[in-house]
């Protein structure tokens, strides 16, 4: 008699693929950083080739591609040849374009000595947009092209660009690049701006003084990464640093070890740990009892806090004057968001890497005095605001004002009416666009249905 062939049952799941998945191990991470669906818009025209820095017609306060040239003109001052002596403040920059085939490599500015904070964004808000310009413009990009998923085979350039990542402090370096850097700067609305970049063929570090919280989960090579990111943030190690040395693909099992380019890296970092802090703190923490308004202004931008005392959702939303970063040649003021309730995302935010940042700030805060909240986080981008800084002007803005004393409600009325005196845009702007607002407004309550 013969034995019936069993056939094995398969069920074929057709999955959206996020942009992040695959450095990711945990699922429901990847799914709220999912950036199917999103559709992204870019605008060619510019006015710059009539303006050419000297008729404002951009209506910026200041012309932005001459304030890069500033600061691109002082280091160039200090860079002679193709040689650089310099202490990475410990810093790198991993690529995505060519994806897995990306440029990597340390950034060197060509000085000795304490350079931290030209890549430590939790320490510049204070400082002025030309200082931090400066900062990052001194830091000079050397590349060398690389596999993400093979990065090991690259040799020695890469395993000291990955114990730069490890360092806890600044890191003497000597470089020598193909040719004299000089010839591009990459400047990016996710990523702080950066000074010039050349091919790099050879590299040495003295006696780099590693983090020790970060080398023990390096050398854990069963520990996942999502794990291991979480781990560090508990320790109280700082979100840039986590960032780069997750961008380093010091983390994670090791068969599974990937470099992640560094913008993909900032948000995944703020997602992730924002993620588990709202689902395992926030939301199981008893719900504020009044209305909050919190309210901080730098850098050209002001955020404006609005805490409702309801069960967890988040929203952000971004107004850009005319002029400003994100509305150069509008005579009209942009303006956008984004939210989610209880349940969180299923897809990528469709106003980008602040969204996530700002999600970080918040659930922070609830987290340290154990409440949980409804918020919306309002930001307003002035003419001054006039170039790209990065993500990090939303998150350590938004930590800014959540540190300050809010003013305190007893009404939804009161708050609102509040609200709109410490906004320059029209309060009915922010409600049209909002849903929370929105919502807040429209909904009829359980408790109006009850009788006293």
């Known amino acids: 008699m013969s034995r019936a062939r069993k056939r094995k049952f398969v069920k074929k799941i057709k999955k959206e693929i996020p942009w992040i998945e695959h450095v990711i191990d945990n699922y429901r991470d990847a799914l709220d950083l999912n950036i ?23 209506g910026k306060s200041r012309c932005p591609i001459i304030l890069k040239l500033r600061s691109y003109f002082k280091v160039k001052k200090l860079i002679s040849g193709c040689e650089i002596t310099g202490s990475s403040p410990p810093a790198i920059f991993i690529g995505r374009f060519g994806y897995p085939m990306v440029y990597a490599g340390p950034l060197i500015p060509p000085e000795i000595g304490d350079t931290r904070i030209y890549d430590y964004p939790e320490m510049w808000i204070g400082h002025e947009i030309d200082e931090i310009i400066d900062f990052r413009f001194k830091l000079v990009r050397g590349m060398f092209l690389v596999n993400v998923k093979k990065f090991e085979n690259y040799g020695k350039l890469m395993s000291l660009t990955q114990e730069i990542a490890l360092a806890e402090t600044s890191v003497d370096t000597e470089a020598q690049f193909k040719r004299e850097p000089g010839k591009t700067v990459y400047i990016d609305g996710y990523v702080q701006p ?19 919280r970060i080398e023990k989960l390096y050398y854990d090579y069963d520990l996942k990464a999502y794990e291991a990111i979480f781990e560090l943030y508990r320790l109280g190690v700082p979100v840039s640093k986590i960032q780069r040395a997750f961008s380093a693909g010091l983390f994670g099992e090791k068969r599974l070890r990937r470099l992640v380019p560094t913008r993909w890296s900032i948000t995944a970092i703020d997602s992730m740990v924002s993620r588990r802090i709202r689902d395992e703190v926030v939301k199981r923490s008893p719900i504020i009892n009044e209305y909050r308004v919190y309210e901080f202004h730098d850098i050209g931008t002001k955020f404006v806090v609005l805490m409702i005392p309801e069960a967890w959702s988040y929203e952000l939303i971004e107004a850009w004057y005319p002029g400003s970063a994100w509305n150069m040649s509008s005579r009209s003021i942009a303006i956008g968001g984004d939210w989610e309730d209880y349940g969180g995302r299923t897809k990528y935010a469709e106003i980008g890497g602040c969204y996530y940042a700002a999600r970080l700030a918040v659930t922070e805060h609830l987290s340290k005095i154990g409440r949980q909240a409804s918020v919306i986080v309002m930001r307003e981008s002035y003419p001054e ?3 790209p800084l990065g993500v990090w002007v939303v998150r350590e803005g938004v930590r800014n004002a959540l540190k300050r004393e809010p003013v305190k409600f007893s009404s939804f009325k009161e708050a609102l009416e509040y609200l709109g005196t410490r906004l320059k845009i029209d309060l009915r702007h ?21 009788k006293d």
Request: hydrophobic letters at 40%.
């Open 36 to 58: 199917s669906g999103v559709e992204l818009k870019f605008s060619r025209s510019s006015l710059c080739i009539y303006c050419r820095g000297a008729r404002n017609l951009c």
């Open 194 to 212: 950066m000074g010039p970049s050349a091919p790099i063929v050879r590299m040495e570090i003295s006696n780099p003084k590693v983090d020790r």
């Open 385 to 387: 605001h006039i170039l």
């Open 430 to 450: 922010w409600i049209e666009i909002s849903k929370i607002l929105q919502r807040a407004i429209k909904q009829k309550k359980l408790k109006s249905y009850i």
